[in-house]
């Protein structure tokens, strides 16, 4: 797979035979490592992180060098794109995403700009450019956006919620308002992903983190079709679809033009690899509280987990982002019982 010393989350992705399972844990870069909190703090705030090409190519290359995982993810945040189309965020210390504007009506989406990522983006390029040749090909780049539900849902509610209600709400009273919002953000993300993978990432994941807060007709209707429209439009690298509480879509899912589908915790290993069918490859699911319990524990479902999803069409990685109160030790153990893991004949 081009010249990658290590190119087993690529081949996996394609859904080739490989030597062993490929690992790598959503939010890997962030605050697991002192050595990330080392860069944050000589630093204003979490954004100047982000748009800091060097201190992101910085942050991103940890988890490769100090937890050895199977691929880096470039630094950078979902937010960025309800920024770059007009409405910037804070990051507020210890409660997360803030927008001073948010969407309201019909004409605030109007003033929504379509954006260009070469330029209101172009710093997370610039720091995939840079991470790519600090890598000198070690390990593949993984590039990333929200999906449009996802994104809807901050650009709507200002911050993060329990419930979404005030999103849910223009989606039931303003359908054709949501679609016009949902339109924006799906060309300007299709767009985005584009750029990633122009300037190095080698795969792309879409995260939908909320997708389970939707019912599944609402689902079908205000997130799955901008989710495949955003698939059928990239040719150019495997992308993978992390559609976090979306069980009750799995069969949906399978019929995407993507070639990893994410799934998380709840989701039954078994249950789902016979509703996807074996075109595609599975990426999860451990729950990432497991990562709190002891060693032997975290080995024992670990190697559960391996065995579950069997030696082939399996990425390693929790069901959603680890907790940043987890002991690195402990991430290490999730990562090298992977590493060590032998497959006993009878999955051969
Ligand atoms: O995965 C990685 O290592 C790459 C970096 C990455 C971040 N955010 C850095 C970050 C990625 C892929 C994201 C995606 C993201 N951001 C999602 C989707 C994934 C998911 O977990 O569901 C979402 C919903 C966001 C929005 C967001 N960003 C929230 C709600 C918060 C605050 C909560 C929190 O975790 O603190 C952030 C902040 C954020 N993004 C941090 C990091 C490392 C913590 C900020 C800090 O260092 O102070």
Redesign the pocket.
Known sequence: MGNLKNDLLLRTALGEKTERTPVWL??????VLPQYRKV?EKLKD?KELVKTPEAACEVTIQPVDILGVDAA?I?????VVPEAMGLPYK?IESK??WFENTIQDIKDIEKLKIANPYEELNYVLEAIKLTKLELNNRVPLIG?A?APW?IFSYMVEGQ?SKNFSKAKKMLYTQPDWSHALLKKITATTLAYLKAQINAGANIVQL?D?WAGDLSPDMYKEFALPYINEICNGIDEAPVIVFS?GAYFARTELAKLKCNVIGLDWTMNIKETRSIIGNNKTLQGNMDPCLLYADYDVIKKETIKMLNLFGPSKHIANLG??IQ?DTDADKVKCFIETVKAHQFELQYA
Request: glycine fraction near 18%; charge should be positive; hydrophobic fraction near 35%.
């Open positions: 959503m939010r890997q870069a962030g605050r944050r979490f993810i630094f950078s945040d979902i937010l990051m997360g995403p990333f929200g996802t993060g995260f983190s976090r959603h982002g940043p």
